[in-house]
Structures are given as structure tokens and as C-alpha cells.
């Protein structure tokens, strides 16, 4: 299976168009999102591709409830972390790392999925931990998402610049 990992996307909805394109030509059946959506119409992409969404608020996202609504078409927003299985991986999604590097050691989860920070990490620490970057490209200048395939846990970096 398939996951598209997006976090940061801070409100650049080109970027997202361009991710949500990605993610539909390498037929990405899931995606997650590490938080900092911002505004609620930043679900419009999500919703226009069709694919299932799993999501955490980051620390920018204020309206919270006009988010969960617009993404309620396709997905689940959570707070302060969301679980799931997904190919038969246990994964924990969160927005600030601080937890990571614990939940991987902890043996509960196959794949941490953090944001936060804006840069770019995929590593393992008994589970591998992936941050996506930043899909919005404010703060690097670099604009990624990762494409994880859930049989082999192979993360690729796509730029979407």
C-alpha cells in the first residue's frame, strides 16, 4: 500500500495541488497529514482527490472546528495524536517531534510520522521516523512530501518544486 505524508503545508495551496497531483499519479491509497494546515480551505485539494485523510492540528492550526468540517469528506482530524493501521503497519502520527524518537523505541509502531520543524528526516530509531518537511516551502525554500510503501517501509522524498 501506498501512504502519501504531507505536514507544514501552511496554507500554499499550489503546493498542495501539486502534492495531491503526486500522490494521484503514484496511486497513493492513504494520506497523512503532520498538522499545519492553517485555514480550512486547504481541505479543497484533499477533498477533490478522494483519497482517505488521517491528520493531526499542528500548532498553527486555530480553527479547528471548520477544519475537521471540510476534511470530514475524506478523513479524521486529531488531536494531539492519531493512530492507525495502514498495510498492516501500526503507525502514530504527531505534530511536534518531541515524542518521536520514544514512540519508535517503544515497539508499539512500525512508522512515526512528526512534523513540526520543517525539515526533512527519514530514519529509523527501532521504527522509522519520517518528517515529511515542509510542503508549503515557506521556511526552507524546498517543497516535499514523502511516498511510503507499507510493504517494504521504502520512503521517497518527492521535491515538489
Known sequence: MKVGLVSDSHDNLPKLRAAM???RAEGVE????????IAPFTAA???????PV?????????ERRGLA???APVGELHFPTAKLELGGKRFVVMHEPDLAEAAARSGLYEVVVCGHTH???????GA??????????????RSTVVVLETETLEARVVDLD
Open 21 to 23: 497531483e503526486r500522490f
Open 30 to 37: 492513504h494520506i497523512i497529514h503532520a498538522g499545519d494546515f
Open 45 to 51: 485539494p484533499f477533498v477533490e482527490l478522494g483519497v
Open 54 to 62: 488521517t491528520g493531526v492540528f499542528g500548532n498553527n492550526d486555530g
Open 69 to 71: 468540517a471540510r476534511f
Open 119 to 125: 525539515v526533512l528526516e527519514v530514519r529509523t530509531a
Open 128 to 141: 522509522l521516523i519520517i518528517n515529511p518537511g515542509e510542503c508549503g516551502g515557506w521556511v526552507t525554500g
